[in-house]
């Protein structure tokens, strides 16, 4: 009987629909409809969340978003199905024939490995799609020789270039033209004497480290079929092992690899990960920073020592560590903070198998094609709350304070200009009392202090008599407030934009921002994400973000939730005289 009423509440929202899907390939999707959560998940594998007023969301086709469904397996059929299964009315035919098309665009072309290695071939089944090319003048300069009606042949060196190029047109290319191995690494994974539950036990007796389910099939995606894998982009939430995942993707390779990260706190971490779960020695793995240039069979260097120059003008100092070994893979961790001048040298290495780890494919630089043409396609995506409901990752609340101004600064705000506005709203005085307040809530909880503005977060800290972590500290004392947090021996700490980054700090369960960088929905993933790693007992955590009420800091705050929204978060909204203390 009650499968029956199920069944007849699933056929009532597909005809009611929870969504307005318009011929501007913008889809409206209903907050209050029941069938609301079914639709965002759906929507999210091949389309964009663009903003989140409280009625509507708004989601954008794009053909990136269309590709990169292409790439996780989706095709035409199924997402027009999905469309028109969420849609209140019926979907516009010429929006249809428009979503095939672009769709279609993925795959047509190929590339293969030439019989000289020194080529490489690019193949198409649309011999009127290779005419059109080899006129257009961008691609007539990669000077490529027409051997067949299927086929163009070019030099290897272009391979990079080529693509980029493709996908700026509306054509990325499936890469079959293979990678090299790189020089040999034996590497596995150490026995853990002591075991656990997590641990997996090999034909001897020994308790060896277990990859979770979803490690698993992250690696198996980036390892891929039929030739195919070796190249893109593993999406997954903060706290949910990526460093294990690209250490397995190496297992697997057994090859020399080039690691680079956002800053050499992540550098260390990456290091000690490696000594602490695999059989690599500490002779086999290397610092490569500001501080030690250390070039061995395991390398990993920050992306900011790739990008240092001695002036504009000059060349980047470091790049030739890109071609330093004849690495076998090049792991791009926290990809969405890849530089941008590491693109031109990222397509001069299309022959080494390339790793982008990430928790957003967000950039705010508007480089989401450079990454999907240089990088790869998104390969394996694991939504945050199902992470959550697995007990992976902590469950999250998160709250928008408002904070009021008071009547001096409401003055000066109004007649203040731009920046200055938002500079004004975010460095509001009466943040701290909130702060203290949330403090005294969560007193036994480790608490991280977050905020854009030094001056600020130095009057903060002083306040509540906590340590300021900034990125004028040294990596030495860095490490040491670190390590006391970690070890309860001090509960709150306040840090400026290098909580942004990699940094590792597993038992923080609550996370007050005061400040940020404008609308950077990046930053509001990774600074939820500081958060995320599972917690004992009920295994929850607590996000606040204190806005200043009726300012332009409130604007911006819609577009810095933007993402965590589309995965399912809510943001409560309080009033700072209304907050439960």
């Known amino acids: 009987m009650r499968e029956g009423r199920d069944v007849e509440k699933m056929e009532m929202l597909n005809h009611q629909g929870a969504c307005i899907v318009q011929r501007d390939f913008t889809i409206l999707l209903e907050v209050g409809h029941p069938g609301f959560e079914t639709a965002r998940g759906q929507l999210c594998m091949y389309a964009e969340l663009v903003k989140t007023p409280a009625t509507f969301h708004t989601y954008r086709i794009t053909p990136l978003s269309l590709w990169n469904a292409a790439a996780l397996g989706w095709n035409s059929e199924q997402v027009i199905a999905s469309l028109e299964w969420v849609s209140r009315w019926n979907v516009s ?22 019989p000289d290695h020194a080529k490489i071939r690019l193949i198409s089944e649309d011999q009127q799609l290779l005419d059109d090319l080899n006129r257009m003048k961008s691609i007539s300069a990669f000077r490529m020789e027409r051997t067949s009606a299927h086929e163009l042949v070019f030099s290897g060196e272009k391979r990079g270039l080529l693509k980029q190029e493709l996908t700026r047109l509306g054509y990325p290319v499936l890469d079959y033209a293979g990678y090299r191995k790189g020089n040999e690494l034996s590497l596995g994974w150490r026995s853990n004497k002591n075991g656990s539950k997590s641990d997996t036990y090999d034909g001897e007796g020994k308790a060896g480290f277990s ?39 190496l297992e697997r390779l057994q090859c020399e690899c080039l690691i680079l990260t956002s800053n050499t706190t ?27 240039k250390q070039v061995k069979p395991v390398t990993v260097a920050t992306y900011q020592i790739l990008t240092h120059r001695k002036s504009k003008e000059a060349d980047f100092t470091h790049i030739h560590l890109l071609q330093e070994r004849n690495w076998g893979l090049i792991i791009y961790d926290e990809v969405h903070l890849l530089p941008a001048p590491v693109f031109r040298a990222t397509a001069d290495i299309q022959a080494t198998r390339r790793l982008g780890l990430t928790a957003t494919l967000i950039r705010e630089d508007g480089c989401e094609k450079d990454v999907f043409s240089l990088i790869g396609p998104k390969l394996y995506d694991m939504p945050w709350k199902e992470l959550e409901r697995q007990g992976w ?53 480790p608490t991280l202090v977050i905020g854009q503005y030094l001056n600020q977060l130095e009057t903060i800290a002083r306040e509540i008599d906590a340590p300021l972590i900034s990125g004028s500290m040294s990596q030495q004392e860095r490490m040491k407030w670190f390590t006391a947090f970690r070890q309860g021996e001090i509960r709150t700490i306040v840090v400026s934009k290098v909580a942004n980054f990699a940094v590792d700090l597993p038992d923080a369960a609550v996370a007050l921002e005061i400040s940020g960088s404008f609308g950077s929905r ?28 009726g300012s332009r800091e409130q604007d911006f705050a819609l577009n810095r939730q933007m993402f965590l929204v589309e995965q399912g ?9 209304d907050t439960p203390y």
């Open 93 to 114: 035919a010429a929006l249809i024939q428009d979503i095939q098309k672009m769709m279609e665009q993925y795959g047509k072309l190929k590339l293969h490995a030439g």
């Open 266 to 292: 992540s550098v260390r971490q990456w290091i000690q990960e490696m000594l602490d779960k695999t059989t690599i020695t500490a002779e086999q793995i290397g610092e490569y920073s500001g501080q030690k």
């Open 569 to 577: 978060y809510e943001y409560a909204i309080v009033h700072e005289q």
């Open 211 to 249: 990859l979770r389910p979803y490690q698993k099939k992250a690696v198996d995606a980036f390892e891929g079929g039929e030739g195919i894998g070796g190249s893109g982009l593993l999406v997954l939430p903060c706290g949910a092992g990526k460093t294990i995942i690209g250490m397995a993707v």
């Open 393 to 445: 990752i902590a469950e999250v609340k998160c709250q928008e304070v408002r904070v009021p101004f008071s009547a001096e600064l409401r003055s000066a705000y109004v007649q203040a200009e731009g920046k200055h506005q938002f500079r004004l709203a975010a460095e509001n005085p009466a943040k701290l009392k909130v702060v203290k307040r949330l403090l005294e809530r969560h007193e036994n909880a």
């Open 522 to 549: 990046q930053e509001e993933a990774q600074r939820l994400g500081r958060i995320l790693r599972p917690k004992a007992g009920e295994n929850k955590a607590y996000f606040y973000a204190l806005v200043s009420e």
